[in-house]
């Protein structure tokens, strides 16, 4: 290169992207229907599976007869455990912590299944109708034994044994205290005791699961496609599983049509499709349909909890006492044992409640595990905190805005430790920077909650009851322990970033992009990202946690920064020239005297285009592995009013404000998005959705016909968002997640708010519901409550 | 129009006994003349055969309308309807209304709006906002909601979902989620 060919200018004004709300480039492809889903994958060559699941919810596997199946037309094998050879057939748990017992699902029934809908057998065939008829031709002779799906039943002595080589159903357990564990009440101290419980739900993304496996590079190595959340550890499964090296094993997963954390799991499929791809040397192909992943795909929520707080006079919360028990299912989900551990670590939420005891479980049942679902354990944490925050209120005659003032954590105790959780990724919680009291005054503001008392009469003289629900919440997010990407400089100047996090929808090719945009100084159009492959990205955590903004993002823009260095290095190589007299601006260098002058990136490419560095695989590029030893929490105030149809049951939800801090904000269009979004499933949660089994342990909601989720008359008429922006140290850029929070506060505000609608009423809003409009009329025919108790 | 090649699919229901069915489709104004299966739904043979993925398949039962297509000027669930009940009919699907590159007015309301995020019930979405367009449905009326009760979504919380739908209808006051700095 010579000096004529350096472009002398100033470098130009860089847009600046992170905070604006920048229109979503993924939205073209998805609204032209051709997103690239794994269903939308061409697979002409590949033979269809379908799984052959328990249709018993607890029995010994006598005999599995295939003849009458593999004479079916167009059916190419039948396999059972029998023919499918693993190494290791567990799927992993990633919170046993020690004293755990083993409850790890296995790929596939050997002698035992144990919920209706665990895989036995796999028809293989040409097409799925073939394969489905071959199905239903594979005579499985059970042994019923007698089930047990209650949890709380499950526990008694005698109850039957999932595992009767582990001598009980109690397969977790955690113990957390903060404070003075042996707290009691005092004279004049207000007890309230009582047991909540959570019904049972599932995700439902619109997107069912579904895995493609092949052999690849001359039948060497595996390829599985898989609407995962998780590609990397998937593929640490799948080499484990198998007994291959990881290098012989890629995992790529396309764009998700939803998750929501029902893909954040290593499932049986994942790993029984890839071994009938080894098996017959094939590729084959699994859809998972909608009927199958109502029994096969992991639910969530259900847990039962009692609680007893101890609250002073003037409305402090003195203690916590806790004891909860999950209904997890089966077997162990890959975080299974998250949701009940988040109820001790995360109740007190933006409360001090100096004292804490708590106790959670696991226990197993015949039912489908369970897994995490948006918010984790969070909601049911945050539910119990607040319906106790609003009896102690009614008891003690404050006002329910009053008594959360008193109980709050101030922004000058921040940053504070909560005391140990339990997790086995997070030995303590510790609440960064916010501002508590501010979050609540403002969601109050925007809710007028001053103005509520008129409004309620003005709905009851339209024969309306009004209620009005408060919820706060602190919520884990951006969790680490850490995560990788990789940018590379491309020949015509463009940077192409590898980012292990997947994009479910949350729009994580838009907000990578930006951030990798606004720290190069470049337009957002000079950059590509690619996601979902291990072969790109071989070492990374996922997506979940609320963690692919703020910690996917965040290694994105780190590796950016130092691309800048390479850059930097490889250009003042080429000038040779001094590298500090190189100056990363604008997006391009600078070149301080005596050769005065401004590259753009562009133009770099171009010149380092012909450098050795930039050829084969190596290229300009950058790696950045970022360690996050410590979680960031976000904050939020949700109120919700409701209005209920006394004479239908019929329940809307008229207004609906958020007021929330996620720190530094990327986009508040997707932001606002997120909340919208969460706070909607939050709503089908808890007057909606259950997943229901009868006694014998058969699953009644099969379908979407009986598994009612909010539609598009659900959505508040009138949604307010107020974003507060406090960063946090604990990320190096100030974020925090945003993804879950919608979903934690609905299901207390919306509950809070059901039961100061039906004040007058003598019942109990001890639970998640749903608060049906049957479950309204039944209330509604109480008896009234006595009006001195309100 | 893909998926012309043989795949074992199609092989093997050649090679079964199954009775098919001639029919004669119209498919995005380009006319199809296929042998299927009695049993092969309708949402397979778009997909499977034709190669048009952009409708989805959510529940297979008809409730969650990511399958919807236009037959014969009407929204329709493409998951419940065998190919073989199609015989005669003029089929619309979203690779049929794109434009040969970008996006659309409809499409952009969309985007703008942020009307979508995972994407995969999009196209069902946008079907039936295209089939209300062509009945000239008002944006105020209530038949808004008839059509948008048929479609689940779980990301959005419809909220914007309804901004962009009044908006491709022609409305002229926008509802927005308020927000404060």
């Not at chain 1, 709300?21 to 993924?26: D, I, P, S």
């Not at chain 1, 299944?113 to 394969?131: C, H, I, K, M, W």
């Not at chain 1, 198998?242 to 939803?258: M, N, S, W, Y």
């Not at chain 1, 099969?702 to 604990?730: N, Q």
């Amino acid at each position: 290169m010579t000096e004529d060919k350096i472009i002398y200018a100033r470098p130009p004004r860089a847009r600046r992207y992170v905070g604006d709300a920048v229109l979503r480039a993924e939205d073209e492809c998805l609204l032209r229907g051709a997103g690239g889903f794994l269903a939308d994958i061409p697979t002409p060559d590949a033979a269809e599976i379908c799984v052959v699941r328990s249709t018993e919810a607890q029995a010994v596997v006598r005999a599995i007869r295939k003849e009458r199946a593999l004479a079916s037309p167009g059916v190419i094998a039948v396999l059972t455990a029998d023919d499918l050879d693993f190494v290791d057939d567990a799927l992993p748990c990633l919170d046993m912590i020690p004293g755990t017992l083993d409850a790890r699902q296995r790929v596939i029934a050997r002698d035992r299944v144990r919920y209706v809908g665990q895989p036995v057998a796999l028809v293989v065939a040409a097409n799925r109708y073939f394969a489905e008829d071959a199905s239903a031709l594979v005579e499985v002779m059970y042994e019923p034994l007698p089930p047990v799906t209650d949890h709380m039943a499950a526990m008694n002595p005698g109850a039957a044994l999932l595992y009767p080589e582990l001598g009980t159903n109690i397969v977790y357990q955690v113990t957390q205290h903060d404070g003075n564990a042996d707290f009691a009440a005092r004279e004049g101290d207000l007890v309230i005791r009582r047991r909540y419980e959570f019904h049972r739900q599932t995700a439902v993304p619109l997107e069912p699961r579904g895995v493609i496996a092949s052999l690849i590079d001359n039948g060497e190595r595996l390829h599985v496609e898989s609407c995962t959340q998780l590609p990397q550890m998937l593929r640490t499964v799948l080499a484990g599983a198998f007994g291959l090296r990881l290098a012989q094993v890629r995992v790529t997963a396309p764009r998700l049509g939803g998750g929501f954390g029902c893909k954040e799991m290593v499932y049986p499929e994942e790993l029984l499709v890839a071994a009938v791809a080894r098996k017959l040397q094939r590729t084959v192909r699994w859809l998972e349909d909608r009927r199958e992943h109502f029994a096969a795909t992991t639910q969530a929520r259900e847990e039962t909890v009692d609680a007893e707080a101890v609250v002073a006079a003037d409305g402090t919360f003195v203690g916590l006492r806790l004891k909860g028990w999950a209904n997890i299912g089966a077997a162990f989900g890959l975080v299974g044992n998250t949701p009940i551990t988040a109820m001790g670590a995360m109740v007190r939420g933006p409360y001090r409640v100096p004292n804490l005891d708590a106790k959670m479980f696991s226990v197993v049942t015949n039912k489908t595990p369970l897994n995490v679902l948006r918010g984790a354990g969070a909601p049911q944490a945050a539910l119990v905190m607040e319906r106790l925050l609003d009896e102690a209120a009614l008891s003690l005659g404050i006002d329910r805005a009053e008594i959360r003032r008193r109980n709050l954590i101030q922004p000058g105790e921040l940053p504070l430790d909560r005391g140990a959780t339990g997790f086995a990724n997070a030995n303590h919680i510790i609440y960064d920077e916010g501002d508590y009291p501010r979050c609540l005054e403002t969601g109050l503001n925007l809710a007028e909650y001053d103005n509520f008392e008129s409004d309620r009469k003005a709905a009851a003289a339209r024969g309306k009851l009004r209620g009005l629900g408060i919820a706060m919440y602190v919520e884990i997010t951006a969790v680490g322990p850490y995560e990788t990407a990789r940018i590379a400089l491309q020949p015509d100047g463009t940077v192409l970033l590898f980012s292990s996090i997947m994009p479910v929808g949350q729009g994580s090719e838009t907000t990578q992009r930006q951030l990798v945009a606004e720290e190069l100084g470049i337009a957002i159009e000079q950059v590509a990202i690619r996601q979902g492959d291990t072969d790109e990205v071989p070492d990374a955590v996922g997506t979940f946690a609320s963690r692919g903004a703020a910690v996917g993002g965040a290694v994105g823009r780190m590796a950016a920064r130092e691309l800048v260095k390479t850059i930097l290095n490889c250009l003042a190589a080429e000038l040779n020239r001094d590298p500090a007299d190189l100056v990363w601006e604008g997006g391009g260098v600078s070149i301080a005297e005596p050769a005065e002058g401004f590259i753009p990136l562009a133009e770099i490419a171009a010149r380092l285009g012909s450098l050795r560095q930039f050829e084969g695989a190596k290229g300009i590029e950058a790696k950045y592995r970022i360690h996050i030893p410590k979680p960031s929490y976000s904050y939020a105030t949700h109120i919700a009013v409701v209005e209920i149809d006394p004479q239908t049951g019929r329940l809307e939800i008229p207004r609906y404000s958020v007021a929330h801090d996620c720190g530094k904000i990327v986009n508040p269009l997707l932001v606002d998005g997120q909340i919208v979004g969460g706070v909607v499933q939050g709503i089908g949660a808890v007057l909606r959705e259950r997943i229901v089994y009868d006694p014998e342990g058969k699953l009644l909601t099969r379908a979407m016909m009986d598994y009612v989720l909010p539609g598009a008359s659900d959505a508040p008429a009138d949604f307010k968002i107020s974003h507060m922006e406090t960063p946090t140290s604990f990320n190096p850029f100030g974020m925090r997640g945003v993804g879950e929070g919608g979903s934690i506060g609905a299901h207390a505000a919306v509950a809070n708010a059901v039961a100061d609608a039906l004040r007058d009423y003598d019942v109990a809003v001890d639970g998640s519901g749903p608060f049906t409009p049957t479950w309204i009329m039944e209330a509604l025919s109480r008896p009234l409550r006595d009006p001195t108790l309100r | 129009m893909a998926g012309t090649d043989p795949t074992i699919e199609k092989m093997a229901w050649a090679d079964s006994n199954e009775s098919q069915t001639e029919i004669h489709v119209v498919v995005n104004g380009k006319e199809v003349h296929a042998s299927v299966p009695d049993r092969l739904l309708l949402s397979d043979f778009l997909r499977e055969r034709l190669g048009l993925t952009a409708l989805k398949v959510g529940c297979a039962e008809g409730a969650c309308g990511a399958c919807t297509i236009v037959i014969d000027g009407e929204a329709a669930r493409s998951c419940i309807m065998l190919a073989a009940q199609a015989e005669g009919a003029e089929i619309l699907t979203l690779e049929g209304i794109n434009a040969p590159q970008g996006l659309d007015h409809v499409q952009k309301f969309f985007q703008q709006d942020h009307a979508l995020q995972c994407g995969y019930c999009t196209p069902g979405w946008l079907m039936t906002v295209y089939a209300m367009i062509k009945r000239s449905v008002h944006p105020d009326s209530q038949e808004v909601g008839q059509y948008l009760s048929g479609h689940i979504c779980r990301c959005t919380g419809y909220r914007n979902i309804w901004t962009a739908v009044r908006r491709a209808l022609g409305a002229t006051s926008d509802e927005h989620v308020d927000r404060e700095k």
